[in-house]
C-alpha cells in the first residue's frame, strides 16, 4: 500500500461548483496533513494544513481529516478559474524526522 | 523579502557531468529538503537536513549529494552516477512546525 493515494484523473467541474478531492493514508502515526497547490511548471504552494479531526475551513477551502478512517479531503467551494491546477495531498511521516510523503496530485479543472 | 531562491531555473547536463543546484533562503529555518518532481509523480525525498552540518539520505538518495556548511544554503550536486537526472528539482524549508514551504524549482535536462 501507499503511503499516501489520491484517486486519480484529473477532476472537472463547472465554474461555481463544489471540487472535492479525497486522499488516503497509511501510517497511522501520522499527525499532519497539508494540501498543495500546484500551477502547471510552478513549484506547490501551501493552501492548507490540519492536524485535528474534523473540518478546517479558511476561504473557499475546506480541509477535512478522519484519523480513524484514514482520509483526508480537500473542498473547494465556489470554483473559479484560477484554481485550475493540481492538488497534492502531505502527510507527516511517524518516526521524529519530520519527513513528508507526498501523493501523486489530482488535477482539478475549472470550465467556465 | 523573505523567502527560498533557487538557481538556475533551468539547467542542461551533459552526460557524464556533474552539476550543483543552488537553494538559498533567508527564512532562519534549520530544516531544509530536496525532492524531485517526474512528470505525474509525486514529490519524492532526496536528502534532507533539519540543523547544520547534518544530514539525511531519503528515500532516492543514489546518485546524488549534499552539504549544509551554513543555515541559508543548502546546495544539491546531481553527480553523473544519476543514470535518468531530467526532473524538477524543488528545495523545501521548514519552520518549527511540519510546515514546508518550498522554492521555485530548478528544471534539470540531460542532452
Known amino acids: 500500500q501507499k503511503e499516501v493515494e489520491q484517486n486519480s484523473g484529473p477532476l472537472s467541474v463547472p465554474e461555481g461548483a463544489i471540487a472535492s478531492l479525497n486522499c488516503t493514508y497509511s501510517d497511522r502515526g501520522s499527525q499532519s496533513f497539508f494540501w498543495y497547490r500546484q500551477y502547471s511548471g510552478k513549484s506547490p504552494e501551501l493552501i492548507m494544513f490540519i492536524y485535528s479531526n474534523g473540518d478546517k475551513e479558511d476561504g473557499r477551502f475546506t480541509a477535512q481529516l478522519n484519523k480513524a478512517s484514514q482520509y483526508v479531503s480537500l473542498l473547494i467551494r465556489d470554483s473559479q478559474p484560477s484554481d485550475s491546477a493540481t492538488y497534492l495531498c502531505a502527510v507527516n511521516r511517524g518516526g521524529g524526522n519530520n519527513r513528508l510523503a507526498f501523493g501523486k496530485g489530482n488535477q482539478v479543472v475549472v470550465i467556465p | 523579502d523573505g523567502g527560498i531562491t533557487q538557481s538556475p531555473k533551468y539547467l542542461f547536463r551533459k552526460e557524464g557531468q556533474n552539476v550543483t543546484l543552488s537553494c538559498e533562503q533567508n527564512l532562519n529555518h534549520d530544516a531544509m529538503y530536496w525532492y524531485r518532481q517526474d512528470p505525474g509523480q509525486g514529490l519524492r525525498l532526496i536528502y534532507y537536513s533539519q540543523i547544520v552540518n547534518d544530514f539525511q539520505k531519503g528515500d532516492i538518495a543514489e546518485g546524488y549529494s549534499v552539504s549544509r556548511e551554513k543555515k541559508e544554503s543548502f546546495p544539491l550536486t546531481v553527480t553523473s552516477a544519476q543514470k535518468n537526472p531530467t526532473a524538477f528539482y524543488l528545495c523545501?524549508?521548514?519552520?518549527?512546525?511540519?510546515?514546508?514551504?518550498f522554492g521555485p524549482g530548478t528544471r534539470l535536462t540531460v542532452l
Open positions: 523545501a524549508s521548514r519552520a518549527d512546525t511540519d510546515t514546508q514551504y
